[in-house]
C-alpha cells in the first residue's frame, strides 16, 4: 500500500515536471530574442566611433545672432528705457555683414533721436501729469469749500464767482481724465521703447546691401467666375534685394 502511493507521488511529481519543461521549451520557441538592446547599444558604439566633421560642429555650435541681441535689447528697455537702443548704437559701432567697417553716421544719429524722443516724450508727459494734478487740486478744494459753505466760492481761491459749481466740477473731471491719459501714454511709449529696441536688434543682423532688382512680367489674374474661367490680364512685378 506504502509502495503504491509512493508511486503515485513519483509518477505526479515527474509529470510536473515534464509539463513545466515542455511550457518553458515552448516559451523560448515562441518568444523571439530581444534584439532591440543589442542593436542600440552597437549604434551607440557607432555614434560613439563616427568621427564630428566640421558641418556637425558647426551645426551644434550656431547660435542665432539676431535673436540673442533682440533678447538683450528688450531686456535692458525694460530695466531702463533708451538703454536698449544704446545697446543697437553699440551694435552699430561693431558693425555686421556687408555694413562691417562703415560709419553708420546716419543710423546711429537715427538711433540717438529714437533716445531723444524717449525722454522727450517723458518729459513732456510728466509736466502735463504735474500740472493736471495741480488744476484738479485746486478745482476739488473749491468744490469742497462751496460743499461746506453753502455753494459759496472762496475768497482765497483762484476761481471766485467767475465760476459756476458746475463749471468747476467738469473742470476737475476734465483734468482727472487728463492724468488717466497721460499714465496710459506712460505706458504706450515704455511698450515702444522695447519693441523698438528688439525690432533694431533684429533688423541689424539681417544682409540688407545695395543690390536692389526688379521684374516686370505679363500674367493673368483669375477672377473666379462661377460660369467659367474668365481671366484679367495684369503686370507681375518680382522685387529682389
Known amino acids: 500500500m506504502q509502495k503504491t502511493k509512493l508511486l503515485i507521488l513519483v509518477a505526479a511529481f515527474t509529470f510536473f515536471l515534464v509539463n513545466l519543461a515542455s511550457a518553458q521549451v515552448k516559451d523560448t520557441v515562441l518568444k523571439p530574442a530581444d534584439t532591440s538592446k543589442i542593436k542600440l547599444s552597437k549604434s551607440l558604439d557607432t555614434a560613439a566611433k563616427k568621427p564630428m566633421t566640421r558641418k556637425d560642429s558647426m551645426k551644434a555650435k550656431y547660435v542665432n545672432p539676431g535673436k540673442v541681441a533682440g533678447r538683450k535689447a528688450v531686456f535692458r528697455s525694460m530695466i531702463i528705457p533708451g538703454w536698449g537702443q544704446l545697446y543697437n548704437m553699440q551694435l552699430l559701432?561693431?558693425?555686421?555683414?556687408?555694413?562691417?567697417?562703415?560709419?553708420?553716421?546716419?543710423?546711429?544719429?537715427?538711433?540717438?533721436?529714437?533716445?531723444?524722443?524717449?525722454?522727450?516724450?517723458?518729459?513732456?508727459?510728466?509736466?502735463?501729469?504735474?500740472?493736471?494734478?495741480?488744476?484738479?487740486?485746486?478745482?476739488?478744494?473749491?468744490?469742497?469749500?462751496?460743499?461746506?459753505?453753502?455753494?459759496?466760492?472762496?475768497?482765497?481761491?483762484?476761481?471766485?464767482?467767475?465760476?459756476?459749481?458746475?463749471?468747476?466740477?467738469?473742470?476737475?473731471?476734465?483734468?482727472?481724465?487728463?492724468?488717466?491719459?497721460?499714465?496710459?501714454?506712460?505706458?504706450?511709449?515704455?511698450?515702444?521703447?522695447?519693441?523698438?529696441?528688439?525690432?533694431?536688434?533684429?533688423?541689424?543682423?539681417?544682409?540688407?546691401?545695395d543690390n536692389l532688382s526688379f521684374k516686370v512680367m505679363p500674367s493673368m489674374i483669375n477672377t473666379n467666375s462661377m460660369y467659367g474661367f474668365n481671366a484679367t490680364p495684369a503686370l507681375k512685378v518680382s522685387l529682389t534685394f
Open 93 to 209: 559701432n561693431d558693425g555686421y555683414g556687408t555694413r562691417a567697417g562703415k560709419s553708420q553716421f546716419f543710423q546711429k544719429l537715427y538711433t540717438g533721436g529714437k533716445i531723444a524722443a524717449i525722454y522727450g516724450g517723458v518729459t513732456v508727459l510728466t509736466m502735463s501729469y504735474i500740472e493736471s494734478s495741480k488744476q484738479y487740486n485746486l478745482a476739488l478744494t473749491e468744490l469742497q469749500y462751496r460743499d461746506s459753505h453753502s455753494d459759496q466760492p472762496d475768497p482765497n481761491g483762484p476761481f471766485g464767482s467767475r465760476y459756476s459749481t458746475s463749471g468747476i466740477t467738469q473742470r476737475k473731471d476734465t483734468y482727472r481724465r487728463n492724468k488717466q491719459i497721460v499714465l496710459f501714454s506712460y505706458g504706450l511709449v515704455y511698450f515702444a521703447n522695447i519693441v523698438d529696441a528688439y525690432v533694431a536688434a533684429r533688423l541689424h543682423f539681417f544682409n540688407i546691401d
